[in-house]
């Protein structure tokens, strides 16, 4: 069996009094791809989030290639250099252009040479298909050209496990096609540990080993997208499914 690279073992979490996400089991292989879905307000995001610690649980235990996310600000650290994320709304830096939005974490917490950054920047550039956007500020860019160079940046990072947080449910319709096949190109080179809210079903069919069910804080369902959505065992993925299909 491949090992796991992130491993959710009785995780749960509280805002405050509302118990947001209870008791999450969840084993991820090394470049495994899923896909996760359900309700709005289900905890997807907030799952999600606690994987790269930009939530905090209360209980349980999560582990990210070997690495258990404590209070140790050091290992938040070290799994944030792992974890690349994209969200739902780009989060680029306005006021730095595309290739300085790229180039500033590689030089600053990676210490790479300003040379070698640009030169990466520009490979996964050409990777999203937008080289030439690059000395453009993100504020001139179309939706679907900014979440190419917000999955570029996250690339540049060389991590290896990227989390994406709905991030075409922003975007005008005609410019999802072109931020799915980015994902699906990477998805498809393989590899690389994919986590992706999602309600793109065609690319969870397309690409997911696994897709996650969450309803009410709590995993559900999952099965293989095939038998998902061929065959949904539980009746509120039944109804989800027949809300979004
Ligand atoms: P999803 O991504 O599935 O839509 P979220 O993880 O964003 O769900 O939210 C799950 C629930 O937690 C929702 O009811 C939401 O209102 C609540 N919630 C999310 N963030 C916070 C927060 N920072 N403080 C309090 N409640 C929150
Ligand atoms: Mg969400």
Not at 46 to 60: A, D, P, S
Not at 114 to 121: Q, R, V
Not at 215 to 242: A, H, K, M, V, Y
């Amino acid at each position: 069996m491949a090992e796991s690279v992130i491993d959710l073992q009785s995780v749960n979490k509280w805002y405050g009094e509302f118990h947001v996400l209870r008791n999450i089991n969840l084993s991820v292989k090394k470049g495994e791809r899923i896909v996760i879905c359900g309700p709005s307000g289900s905890g997807k995001s907030t799952m999600i989030r606690c994987i790269n610690r930009l939530e905090e649980h209360q209980k349980g235990h999560i582990i990210v290639d070997g690495t258990e996310l404590t209070n140790d600000l050091k290992n938040i650290d070290a799994i944030r250099r792992e974890v690349g994320m994209v969200f739902q709304h780009f989060n680029l830096f306005p006021h730095l252009t595309v290739l300085e939005n790229l180039t500033l974490g590689p030089i600053w917490v990676l210490k790479k040479p300003k040379a070698e950054a640009e030169e990466t920047a520009m490979k996964y550039l050409n990777r999203v298909r937008i080289p030439e956007q690059a000395n453009k500020f993100p504020g001139q860019l179309s939706g679907g050209q900014q979440q190419r160079v917000a999955i570029a940046r996250s690339l540049c990072m060389n991590p290896k496990i990227m989390l994406f947080d709905e991030p075409t449910s922003a975007l005008d319709p005609e410019m999802v096609k072109e931020v799915l096949d980015v994902m699906i190109g990477l998805a498809q080179e393989g590899g690389m540990t994919m986590l992706c809210v999602t309600h793109e079903m065609g690319f969870a069919r397309k690409v997911a080993d696994r897709v996650i069910f969450m309803d009410r804080g709590e995993i559900i369902e999952q099965n293989t997208p095939d038998e998902f959505f061929s065959n949904p065992q539980n009746e509120r993925t039944q109804l989800f499914l027949s809300q979004i299909l």
